[in-house]
């Protein structure tokens, strides 16, 4: 999408070059040594997407990770479930399927979870921070089933400043504030936030190969 930047709060100066930083849904994080291909890490995790964690912006495809892709040093990765995100194109539904039912006001990590940069051809998008989605998939330990039914923009300030950056830059797609009606979402089993352990323990044999 050009113009994408790693916070240097997701990864340390002294190990930023040396590793790469893989966030899971549901919280668990690790710094994974060397050089590896995405197809290593989805053998252990088969039932979950990779993305990077600058990739996801407003009205935009999200691009997941091929299996010949190389998991590159000094960048962060989200791990998430591959049925999680249902549409292919990002929109403020889909955001608020990413934090499992949480409630808001928006985490305090990102304040203001929007920013407008501009792409390689020139145009303007609306990027989601990654200290926003790291929030987001960093869940509380409910187990099973959640219920979601939170208004992406339910406060003043985070409906304020997503129209001056959605509507007040008058993008050619139009990205509604939609609400995400009251369903159930159903998590990939054995990898909801109640067997981080589980995760924890593939990644200690993910790491010994």
């Known amino acids: ?92 539904n889909s955001l608020a399927l990413l934090n499992g039912g949480k409630r808001w006001p928006p985490p305090p990590m990102a304040k203001f979870p929007f920013e407008c940069v501009k792409g390689e051809d020139g145009r303007k998008a609306v990027k989601v921070v990654p200290e926003f989605i790291m929030e987001m998939i960093t869940v509380d330990d409910r187990g099973g089933e959640v219920q979601v039914s939170e208004e992406i923009c339910s406060t003043p300030e985070l409906k304020r400043h997503y129209e001056q950056l959605v509507v007040g830059n008058r993008l050619s797609w139009s990205p509604k504030l939609e609400t995400v009606s009251e369903r159930k979402v159903n998590f990939v089993e054995g990898y909801c936030y109640s067997s981080q352990s589980k995760i924890l323990k593939k990644l200690s044999d993910f790491s010994s190969i």
Do not use: Q
């Open 1 to 92: 999408m050009g113009n994408s930047l790693i916070s240097p709060c997701f990864l340390p100066n002294s190990t930023k070059n040396s590793t790469t930083k893989l966030i899971f849904w549901g919280g668990a994080t690790h710094l994974l040594s060397g050089r590896h291909l995405a197809a290593k890490l989805l053998s252990h995790f088969p039932n979950c997407s990779i993305f990077h964690a600058d990739s996801f912006f407003i009205g935009h495809p999200i691009p997941t990770l091929s299996f010949s892709d190389e998991l590159l040093l000094g960048e962060t990765y989200f791990i998430l479930p591959a049925d999680l995100l249902p549409f292919n194109t990002l929109t403020a």
